[in-house]
């Protein structure tokens, strides 16, 4: 039996999720041979992990009560009565997770590192795992869109490094761009609708529903950013397009990208709340997109957030598309990208499905998580 162990790091709708996937499959791994010991949970304040790590793990009736805790908006320290396991808070938590990485790395089943939050403050501490010969998975975005330094230590150890959902959800998108990649077809254009929410709210606006309501919905539904804004910003969609520029060998940084907002800057997070925004400013918003999207509409257009990446062009923003073209006919929270390579120059390879909630998310995660199993294989 292949064991995995894991520290995750957020348990939001993603991680919970996550926890929530990791239960149900415990049958399936088994026949898989492989069993996944999650040996610690932590969220922004606190950590949770289990007391003697080579023998002991969190278990699934535990996980299962920590969910329901930290879904009811409760801090992880409410489950002190529930375990025999440590409860740790502020600095102690990077420590135990290199502490716990360290101790792993020792036996044969090494560490793997979730990062579940969307937080840019886990980039030490995934890199101090990785140089600990541990494993890293990511949802989170954000390391890997901070400086090339940091990108450039955290891809160092590519067998041991997954970020399938870091872009399109549970969309094989990554994997796909490697496997062109190490394959020798160069890929020369990226072109594509890469927000779930911005799709959502694209298609839902057709049917005349108010800006404000949508965005909302969206984020009832688990497709928007913590923040909702980072997603209305074009900056969840430019973390994506900087990622896959990245990906396929382009040297930039985001002040590289040309990115357009939908709000402006007096309703940014250093101004307004995100209740506020959410209540507030979001309803000034209402007419003028409502404007865009009947003009578009007079021409037999639809408004899409695209992503384009060609040449030294990296851009995301609102276009006005056909009505009957792929992007124009993409629905809900579906994400499609057309990628053109040697192999793939007059028709594109199109990768298409739902890409965002926590279902699909979660999926991609443990996925990433599976494929990293023969590391721990003797
Ligand atoms: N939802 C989706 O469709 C998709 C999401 N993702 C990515 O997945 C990640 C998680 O999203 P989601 O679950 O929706 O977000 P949530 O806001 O629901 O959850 C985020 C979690 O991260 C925790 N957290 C914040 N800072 C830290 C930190 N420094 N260390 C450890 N934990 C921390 C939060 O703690 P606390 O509970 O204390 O606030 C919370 O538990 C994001 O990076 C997002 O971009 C990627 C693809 C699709
Ligand atoms: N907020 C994102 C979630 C996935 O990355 C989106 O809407 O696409």
Redesign the pocket.
Known sequence: MVKISLMI???????RQLLHHIISCRPLHAKQGVRLRVVGV????SMVAANNLLDEELNDQFLLQLCKV?SSGS?LLELASFCQCQLLSGQE?ASKAIEVAATLRKSNTGLTLVD????S??IGLLSKVLHLDCCVVL????PLTSSLEDYDKLVSQPRRIRHE??VG?GLPVISTINRMLSSGDPIYRIIGSLS?TLGYVMSELEGGKAFSQVVNVAKKL?????DPRDDLSGM?VARKALILARLLGRRINMDSIKIESLYPIEMGPDVMSVEDFLVNGLPLLDEEIRNRIEKASLNGNVLRYVCLIEESRCEVGIQEIAKDSPLGRLRGSDNLLEIYSRCYKEQPLVIQGAG???D??AS?VLADILDIQDLFRD
Do not use: H, L, Q, R
């Open positions: 790091m957020g348990c939001g709708g993603v991680g932590c969220d922004s304040k930290k801090s938590i579940c939050s969307a937080s403050e886990t949802a989170n975005k954000k959902s870091t959800a779930g688990g497709f928007t950013e913590p969840d965002a909630g926590n699909t998310t991609g």
